[in-house]
């Protein structure tokens, strides 16, 4: 088989990764590495005609081009999966593989190709609409003249829970996902925490994110217990975990 690999513009590959999109159905965590320049595209052919593409990322510094993070065949190929992931590793010389454990595609490449896999990140589906209610508390979208606290782990949000008149916790959607998915995020005043709030909070910025066309989405920290029994209680559900490996290849 001629396998051929070769590095290409973004809007080359464009085509192919509407598909691997729709396939997907789902939030991809690094969508947005394309839109900053932060990506290198490889077109991926067998003889003359083009079969699908992978796409590369500096695993932690933005500037390098080390781990492949995109990898889609057409159906047709995908017999031929692992030698055409193979010759794109050779060609790009990526050190490292990230994939979400949803994608079909690429999370059988990734413990084929790769050693020392590790997960530090739980992905988040939403799965059902809450009813939690807090009589005592408003929800309702941040004004110029309220006081948010101090935030330690997330962005001071656009909408707000006010208790008694103080800012207790804040919170929104981030639209760095794939259309038509947003990031939920949120942050509850330390002694606040522990209420319920979190959790309210989410269920209601859910409804403002549906309300602006877009399908609520998240992730957090393995390790972060609390943040997950919130998203969970929100009417979410783990979806998936990110997922990465050091590349097992000879000569690699």
């Known amino acids: 088989m001629n396998v051929t690999v070769q590095k290409v513009e973004l ?9 691997f999109l729709q396939e997907c159905n789902f939030q991809i965590r690094y969508n947005a590495c394309h839109e900053r320049n932060w990506t290198d595209s490889y077109l991926i052919s067998v003889g003359n005609v083009a079969v699908g593409y992978g796409s590369i990322k500096g695993k932690d510094n933005s500037a390098d081009r080390d781990a492949v993070f995109e990898f889609y065949v057409v159906p047709h190929v995908r017999d031929y999966s692992g030698l055409l992931f193979k ?22 490449l990734l413990h084929e ?6 997960s530090d990140v739980i ?30 782990s997330e962005p001071v949000g656009d909408y707000i829970l006010d208790k008694d ?11 760095h996902y794939n259309i038509p998915f947003a990031d ?16 309210f909070l989410l269920q209601e ?48």
């Open 11 to 19: 809007k080359v590959i464009l085509p192919f990764r509407l598909l």
């Open 87 to 108: 010759k794109l590793l050779e060609i790009s010389s990526a050190r490292f593989i990230e994939c979400q454990s949803n994608d079909s595609i690429l999370t059988p």
């Open 205 to 252: 910025v859910k409804k403002a994110c549906y309300q602006s066309g877009r399908v609520p989405a998240a992730r957090c920290n393995i390790q972060n217990l609390a943040s997950k029994a919130c998203l969970i209680k929100a009417g979410l559900h783990v979806c998936g975990q990110m997922q990465s490996g050091n590349v097992s290849l000879p000569g690699i």
């Open 184 to 199: 939920l995020y949120m942050e509850v005043k330390e002694n606040y925490r522990g209420r319920g709030l979190g959790s």
């Open 165 to 175: 008149g103080e800012v207790v916790a804040t919170g929104g959607f981030l639209l």
């Open 123 to 152: 992905l988040f589906a939403d799965d059902k609409v809450t009813h939690h209610k807090m009589p005592d508390v408003i929800f309702r979208k941040r004004k110029e003249n309220d006081v948010p606290f101090e935030h330690t």
């Open 113 to 118: 190709f790769s050693q020392n896999i590790e």
